[in-house]
């Protein structure tokens, strides 16, 4: 038997490997044994079937050709023993293991094993910053600007960890410089052969969502709640919230005392205006509200086609709409109503254009739907008749043949 080949520092090594990159220490040592196999098997030849077993608490290897224990005699020696042969306490199905260590396998493992280790060390690391971030998906990271690829931008997270912010989820006008601290939203986690990818946005709804739950403890708390988010990055977003207690106020809330909390947030942004709505179950309601700051004189909702028929008055019919359309684009993403906007004096004609374009649409719909049964019913009555002349053509045949017959 060979005696055992012994690395005081190796135990030490790993430990403060595991420590210091947060790596388990056992992975570690798996990782340690699958390297020193392979060393094994490279020098020694792999037709045996051995393994190798670190001591936990020496750091001492060891190889061992591991043999199945058998009743009677073994089919391959190599893969089993006899039950007579192995002796001692051993029982049919158990592993024999008898110690093979080559007296120079330290050299060797030395030379060979280090590669190997590094590399599980490197994969493990990987996982464990994909974990970490995992866990984070739809939350906020800080970093610094690191540097651009391709208008992509690097970010330097906790100081060790890259991400990418892809120009797709950056926000037009917003400028960063290298080193410039950031504030993102965590939109996906890859992994790839580089290892893990860390994808961030910064025009994300989401980024709105987490920052205001960061400034106000209300929504943190869960007695103010977001019911839904629109937003246009880099300009405008409308939130609606509403509270879970009826003596606190949701927008007073998102505001704070002289409008400090939304004022952090929109600094988080670079100046994007937030615009905190009352969120109410009633739909006509609810887009009233939405439209802010716009006065509404009314809503006529048309379901089945998901339609809002919203009236203003005559001078506030630009505010509603708002600049290049936004505030009503907003605010239909944020109810999930298509609006139709009309002021005051063109209500009654925008309601009768919007009718007739309805009874237009639902008849040609109707048209189409009758167009298509009366093919269908051509098509059976076509086959019908198919059938029928065939049938006719067979009796015909069987006629003739009976009078034959009889004559």
């Known amino acids: ?26 992975m570690l040592l798996e990782a340690l044994e699958a390297a020193l196999l392979t060393a094994y098997k490279r020098h020694y030849g792999s037709e045996a079937n051995a393994i190798v ?5 020496t750091g001492d290897y060891r190889v061992f050709h591991r043999r199945t224990v058998v009743e009677g005699t073994p089919e391959d020696e190599k893969l089993e023993i006899s039950m007579k042969k192995a002796g001692g306490p051993y029982q049919p199905g158990d592993f024999f293991d008898e110690e093979v260590t080559p007296k120079e396998f330290g050299r060797i493992a030395a030379q060979t094993a280090k590669q190997v280790i590094v590399q599980r060390i490197r994969e493990a690391e990987r996982d464990t910053v994909y974990n970490k971030y995992a866990r984070k998906l739809n939350d906020l990271v800080t970093g610094s600007v690191q540097r651009y690829e391709q208008r992509n931008m690097y970010v330097l997270l906790e100081g060790r960890d890259e991400a990418i912010l892809p120009l797709s989820e950056q926000v037009p006008g917003e400028t960063f410089r290298i080193n410039d601290f950031i504030r993102a939203y965590v939109l996906d986690v ?20 987490r920052l205001l739950e960061l400034e106000v403890p209300e929504i943190a708390d869960g007695i103010v709640e977001i019911m839904a988010i629109a937003r246009e990055g880099g300009s405008r977003s409308k939130v609606a919230v509403r509270s879970v207690r009826p003596e606190v ?59 809002a028929l919203v009236i203003v008055p005559d001078y506030q019919l630009s505010l509603a709409i708002g ?62 008749l198919s059938v029928d002349e065939e049938l006719l053509r067979k009796l015909e045949e069987f006629r003739r043949e009976r009078l034959g017959a009889d004559e």
């Open 190 to 209: 890859r992994k790839s052969p580089k290892g893990p990818q860390v994808v961030l946005s910064r025009s994300a709804e989401g980024l709105v969502q």
């Open 53 to 57: 077993m670190v001591d936990r608490q």
């Open 323 to 384: 600049r290049d359309g936004q505030n009503v684009r907003l605010a239909a993403r944020l109810t999930g109503w298509r609006l139709d906007i009309a002021s005051e004096a063109e209500a009654d004609e925008a309601r009768e254009r919007y009718l007739a374009e309805r009874a237009e649409r639902t008849g040609a719909e109707a048209v189409g739907e009758a167009q298509d049964e009366e093919a269908e019913d051509g098509a059976v009555v076509e086959g019908a």
């Open 249 to 307: 106020d949701p927008i007073g809330a998102c505001l704070g005392p002289k409008s400090s909390r939304i004022a952090n947030v929109s600094d988080n942004l670079r100046g994007e205006k937030v615009d905190v709505i009352r969120y109410d179950g009633d739909a006509a309601a609810f887009i009233m509200n939405a439209l802010a700051p716009a006065k509404v004189i009314s809503v006529e909702l048309f379901e089945d086609d998901g339609v």
């Open 1 to 26: 038997m060979a005696d055992p080949v012994t690395d005081e520092k190796l135990i030490d090594v790993l430990q403060f490997i595991s420590k210091e990159r947060n790596i388990p220490f056992e």
